[in-house]
């Protein structure tokens, strides 16, 4: 079984006497992991500790099965500015890549093919402080990949960019990981991370709200059932049978249990009603961001 | 021939390329140095200050040798500087060029935040600072060797006894000139790398250095010549001129009176005190990159 890309036990990180991660465990496997979280969350601290940029207070984390100092294989691009305005893409891609330890040759060439793989092959030759922010975001990604890491880490990868340039940089990152090439991707925006990843880490004020495949965090524990009539005594009669259950109109929302469809069967052939529509009912990501891991998933509709 | 027709897509390709060890990243680093320093593959402007002071320098060594070689005969016998002299003779230069220098390695890592994705490489901190400590000990050695051995050579040339047997009779003088220009790069890049760890823009940590050394000068002179009892200490803190007591020293000639000499300190001392210097500044550089980005 392959080593999981990131597995945190109980790290903790103090900025002096604020606490930017408090006792955080979790494992996530390769992929595309999302990393969501309010600004001041604890993101780029992890992503920093997952670099060896900074040490961890106590705990421990690996980054693909090793050690952060060892960083043979990750690429980082960070949130801030990070770019030399005074240099041309391609010798700043080129370097970074030497730094990861490529000959200068292959540097050279694959920085080449990293700059054209993020739209900017005719641009290559230009001062990096005279692009625009969507183009110089496109150099820190391909700094990011040029030496064709197993893990990169892309912290907030879609800031400071126009809509255009958004899905473009998103497109970017879903195709990442059709190269093989894992990805961390921290964000506060929510719908980014629904539109590219398939692992999805929450935090809040430093701790863990919830890591878990996205898939699961948005479908599970809730069925959806609409019903044409007597959505009432369905109510009545499944809440009767132990279920936990939302009504708004003849939509019924149904938090999941075991023999949930047998109840739901039951219930509403008893009532003699008709069934317009069941199935699972999404629980989008934003809705769930308010509910530690601990906890059910909320009903839709119940966001505090 | 093919009959049909085929789509090739450069797309991503992985790389399965050799990858080399730290020591070449290091290297990678000290000509990313070289690089910055002289503004090559960067804007005109930034060419224009370090290739100034090259071109001083190269404009001063060509105004003593070349006439030295061309109407040596009319000028006297051997109308050329000794080497002991020819540090005091360029020194300002060398030291207005690590004042650019050290700056253009550190500052710019740091103050356009690329430090955080070169230690995101298998690098370190410490290996990144040896890197830059490097990068600068090569140029400073080419500052100082290159005139160094160009005018050695000439001395050579123009001896009445003989290049070789002028070579051999001096050899101790290149010993002098290798140890001097160690000293020279101890001291000067320990207090510009200095400046450029903990000022935030090149052109305040370049002043910085200077400034200290000019002030430094100026107030160890004063106070010293006026009272070498009580105050003696204080011509430790003449920076600038302990190299210089110390290429007397290693020379084994005097060419001037300076302070730390004139305070009563033995040239070991200035040399405990480069040390010490050095060691202070590599504490407080680490100190300061410990704490980045």
């Given at each position: ?199 999805v880490v929450l935090l809040d004020g430093g701790t863990l709200l919830r890591s878990s ?92 | ?109 740091r103050r356009q935040g690329t430090l955080a994705i070169y230690l995101s490489r298998p ?89 200290t050394l000019l002030i430094a000068n100026l107030l160890t002179s004063s106070i010293v ?69």
């Amino acid at each position: 079984m392959a080593a999981p890309a990131l597995r945190v036990l109980q790290l903790t990180h103090d900025y002096g006497s604020v606490r930017s991660l408090a006792d955080v465990s979790f494992d996530a496997p390769p992929g595309k992991i999302g990393l969501v979280g309010a600004n001041g969350a604890g993101k780029s601290t992890l992503i920093k500790l997952s670099l060896g940029l900074l040490d961890p207070t106590s705990g421990s984390i690996e980054v693909m099965g090793a050690d952060p100092g060892a960083r043979t294989r990750v690429g980082y691009m960070p949130e801030a500015s990070a770019l030399p305005l005074d240099q041309k893409a391609a010798d700043f891609v080129t370097y970074t890549a030497q730094l990861a330890g490529l000959p200068s040759r292959d540097a050279r060439r694959r920085a080449s093919e990293t700059l054209y793989l993020v739209g900017l092959d005719e641009e290559r030759f230009r001062f990096i402080g005279d692009f625009s922010t969507g183009m110089q975001q496109r150099v820190k990604l391909a700094q990011a990949i040029v030496h064709d890491p197993q893990l990169v880490f892309l912290d907030e990868p879609t800031a400071g960019l126009d809509p255009e340039g958004r899905e473009s940089m998103l497109g970017l990152i879903r195709r990442l990981g059709d190269f093989g090439t894992s990805v961390v991707f921290s964000t506060h925006i929510i719908t980014d991370i629904e539109r590219t990843c398939d692992w999805v880490v929450l935090l809040d004020g430093g701790t863990l709200l919830r890591s878990s495949p996205l898939e699961e965090l948005g479908s599970h524990g809730v069925v959806r059932l609409e019903l044409h009539d007597h959505s009432e005594e369905v109510t009545r009669l499944l809440r009767a049978r132990g279920a936990d259950v939302k009504v708004e109109g003849d939509v019924l929302h149904i938090r999941s249990f075991d023999e949930i469809y047998s109840a739901i069967q039951s219930s509403v052939a008893q009532a003699g009603a008709g069934i317009h529509l069941l199935e699972e009912a999404n629980v989008t990501l934003e809705e769930a961001f308010f509910v530690p891991s601990s906890e059910p998933p909320p009903l839709p509709g119940s966001r505090p | 021939m093919t009959d049909r027709a085929i789509i090739v897509d450069r797309a991503y390709q992985p790389y399965e390329g050799e990858r080399r060890s730290t020591s070449w990243i290091m290297w990678a680093i000290v000509v990313d140095g070289f690089r910055k320093v002289f503004g090559i593959r960067r804007k005109f402007t930034r060419k224009l200050l370090p290739w100034g002071v090259i071109g001083m320098m190269s404009m001063i060594l060509a105004g003593v040798v070349i006439p030295a070689w061309f109407i040596g005969d009319q000028l006297g016998d051997l109308p050329l500087p000794e080497n002991a002299e020819y540090f005091d003779i360029i020194s300002l230069l060398p030291e207005l060029f690590i004042a650019l220098a050290a700056p253009a390695l550190l500052v710019p890592d740091r103050r356009q935040g690329t430090l955080a994705i070169y230690l995101s490489r298998p690098i370190n901190r410490a290996q990144y600072l040896l890197a830059k400590v490097g990068a600068l000990f090569v140029l400073m050695m080419f500052v100082w060797l290159a005139p160094q051995a160009i005018l050695f050579t000439s001395l050579a040339s123009l001896d009445g006894g003989g290049f070789f047997a002028y070579f051999a009779d001096n050899a101790n003088v290149l010993l002098a000139i290798l140890g001097t220009a160690l000293v020279y790069f101890v001291l000067h890049a320990s207090l510009g790398l200095f400046f450029a760890a903990t000022v935030p823009r090149s052109g305040f940590a370049a002043g910085s250095y200077l400034g200290t050394l000019l002030i430094a000068n100026l107030l160890t002179s004063s106070i010293v010549e006026d009272d070498t009892g009580g105050e003696r200490w204080l011509g430790l803190f003449a920076f600038e001129q302990h190299p210089r007591v110390i290429r007397d020293w290693f020379f084994d000639v005097q060419t001037q009176d300076y302070v730390p000499t004139v305070a009563g300190f033995e040239p070991w001392v200035s040399l405990a005190t480069v040390g010490a210097i050095a060691a202070i500044s590599a504490i407080a550089i680490w100190v300061q990159y410990r704490r980045l980005p």
